[in-house]
């Protein structure tokens, strides 16, 4: 039986800390299911999802092919006149105004500028070497407040590699190419993903790259320069056999088919961590999906395979991945689709849901939360679509609605100040100290290959009902703790 939810929203903005009431939600023992409510909502999206509460009324909204407006956790309605294209696209406020502005990836690029009620207005931007590009993040990677973007390159097959590429958001508002992959080194970049993975307080990236390449983790260096570490902190794949060579010249041993990358603290340690979504074939010699630890400071922050024991089944054709808390038990899980429908051997392959049981062991719950034989897709993010405390999954075309509500749960809405931070606050940590555990999120650009989930941090509490302090780091390094929160609410936290 579902609790009643009842909402009050309060719209007076103000600089510190800023509440945004839900509601309290009274925990029940109903166990956690997925209900398909596209029909419902009238939603049938196909493409890549990505989701931003774009006209500030407290409700997410969704890319998906065409933009989609929450009408008040009811219904998904198309804005018909929204000036937008079609196509595969970020959100990022670049413009720091308070209003999530939107970049489209593919082909030569496009940005279209937020311009509110519901209207889009394309602004001119570069046109992108990466021509057909499967994904691409903002994030402010000088730290001068402005949102940049790193557009990942991928490729024709047997006839050319694109190269990835940086730009910097000038002081003007247009963006200027810093750089892209040197001549001769260009890689088949799917997956997009960043976080600050040694934190340091700069926003590093990681490039999941297909055709058995090395995939490639750019350490943040300063001033938009980066240094390329994957391998030596152990987060390239799992090298094997002799070097190869490819299209456009690079010459690789052979590591794993990645297709989409998710990043995020797996085993509650504060720092973290990185699950490498590979497709592979059944012969030896390719990778299986890598569930990487990410050791911290006393291990150099290099990363460690904990993927032996992890339970997660060997399917063909994985393709991309998200990582969310949907039963609010405090632990990251993961959602992971595929490519294709039957693989090798006639055997069926079909998206699976995996519940972290702690101790790096996963368990396949698809079944049992109502999330059976799903179709192959790419599409795969996180919302709290309908504010009721527990995540909703966007993928397939289709929208689940979590009907879960176990567990107790806090989301916070963080924003940056415009000036040493960006509005959109991407990379900024929050950690919440639970006994032993420290629940980590970070406000994240993007997942797997082209998605992006709310950026709201969702963390889910289990049994914990009293209020909880939050640590949050912001780009650059500064820190700010906020709290008593509230929990089964929604707090915003404007940076100080």
Known sequence: MKTHIARKFDNRKFMGLTIFLIGIL????????????????????????????????????????????????????????????????????????????????????ALYRNTGDSKFAQVDFPSLPTVNSRGA?????????????????????????????????????????????????????????????NEDGKIDVYVSNYRLQPNHLWLNQGEGKFEEVAESLGAAGVANGEAINYTGGIQYRIFGHTIGSALGDLDNDGHIDIFVG????????????????NLGAEGEFKFEDRSEGAGLDWQESFASAALADYDNDGDLDLYFTTVYAVGSGSIKNFPVLYANEGSWKFKNTTQDESLPDLPPTYQSAWADIDNDGDLDLCTAGKLFRNEAQRGHWIELDLAGDGTQVSRSAYGAVARIRLGDRVLTRFVEPGTGEGNQSDARLHFGLGARQEPVMVEITWPGGKRQSVGPLTVNQQHRVVMK
């Open 26 to 109: 009274q925990v029940t023992t109903t166990a956690a299911q997925f209900t398909d409510v596209s029909e419902a909502f009238g939603f049938s999206g196909g493409g890549k999802a990505a989701f931003a509460d774009y006209d500030g009324d407290g409700w997410v909204d969704l890319f998906a092919g065409q933009l989609f407006h929450n009408d008040q956790g009811k219904r998904l309605t198309p804005v018909a006149e929204s000036g937008l294209p079609g196509g595969e696209a970020i959100w990022g406020d670049f413009d720091n105004d308070g209003q999530p502005d939107l970049f489209f990836f593919t082909g030569a690029g």
């Open 137 to 197: 993040i903002w994030s402010d990677f000088n730290l001068d407040g402005r949102l940049d973007l790193f557009v990942g390159g991928y490729e024709i097959w047997q006839q050319k590699v694109h190269p990835d590429v940086i730009y910097l958001n000038q002081s003007n508002g247009t963006f200027k190419e810093a750089w892209r992959s040197p001549e001769g080194a260009f890689y088949s970049a799917r997956g997009v993903a960043a976080a600050d993975l």
């Open 278 to 293: 590979n497709f592979s074939h059944p012969r030896a010699g390719q990778d299986h999906p890598q569930f990487l630890r």
